[in-house]
Every structure is written in structure tokens, then in C-alpha cells.
């Protein structure tokens, strides 16, 4: 059973940057498709970035050239570095996984594809 969990949300001002990681374990085998999701009160959960284990990776316009993943292949720990951070971005932020070697540009945002899910860390971004 895989296990996720995230870490390393906050509250920052706007402008600001934060480091999210997600933590994995129990991995049966040595490929993944790893995405961060986010849920603001009241709104629906949407995807934000994923980054595969070969290397590719895949996020939404909202967060082009502010957000980052890696992924240490080795530790097994997804990072989402998020920088110039705006009120928008206020959110429950979740790791989501899924044992297979690529995510897809048209598939990382269907939510019923990832099979785990991490516990979520609050980013608040105040204005």
C-alpha cells in the first residue's frame, strides 16, 4: 500500500514562495505518475502539476513559470516549489500517485486516475 504524505504548507503573503513535499512509501515498483491537487473552499479539486518517472512533466496555465516539481527518485519525495504566490492560490493542497510510468498531458487531470492520495497541507497566500 502506498502512502503519502505531504508537508510544508503555510501562510505566506503574496509574493511569497513555499516548498510543499510529499513523502512516499510502499512502492511495489520503480515507476509513478505523481501530481499535485488543490481544493479552495467551495470549489472542486483540481489538478495543478505532475511529474512522472521519466521525467516528464505537465501543469495547469494558472501556474506556469511560478511552480515547480521534482522528484528524488532515490528518497521517493515529490516537491512542489511555488513562488510569487497570489490570494488564488489559497488552497488545501494534496499529493496524489498513481503506479504507472507516465501521467499523460491529457490524463494528469482526471481525478479518478490517481489511486492514492496524501492527508493535504493548507496553503493560505493573505494579500
Known amino acids: 500500500q502506498v502512502v503519502l504524505v505531504e508537508s510544508g504548507g503555510g501562510s505566506v503573503r503574496a509574493g511569497g514562495s513555499l516548498t510543499l513535499t510529499c513523502k512516499s512509501s510502499?512502492?511495489?515498483?520503480?515507476?509513478?505518475?505523481m501530481a499535485w491537487w488543490r481544493q479552495a473552499p467551495g470549489k472542486e479539486r483540481e489538478a495543478v502539476a505532475a511529474?512522472?518517472?521519466?521525467?516528464?512533466?505537465y501543469s495547469i496555465n494558472a501556474v506556469k513559470g511560478r511552480f515547480t516539481t521534482s522528484v528524488d527518485k532515490i528518497e521517493h519525495r515529490f516537491t512542489l516549489e511555488m513562488r510569487d504566490l497570489r490570494p488564488e492560490d489559497t488552497s488545501l493542497y494534496f499529493c496524489?500517485?498513481?503506479?504507472?510510468?507516465?501521467?499523460?498531458?491529457?490524463?494528469?487531470?482526471?481525478?479518478?486516475?490517481?489511486?492514492?492520495w496524501g492527508q493535504g497541507t493548507q496553503v493560505t497566500v493573505v494579500a
Open positions: 496524489a500517485a498513481i503506479q504507472a510510468s507516465h501521467c499523460y498531458a491529457s490524463e494528469f487531470q482526471e481525478r479518478v486516475r490517481y489511486e492514492y
Open positions: 510502499g512502492w511495489t515498483r520503480d515507476y509513478y505518475c
Open positions: 511529474h512522472d518517472s521519466e521525467g516528464a512533466k
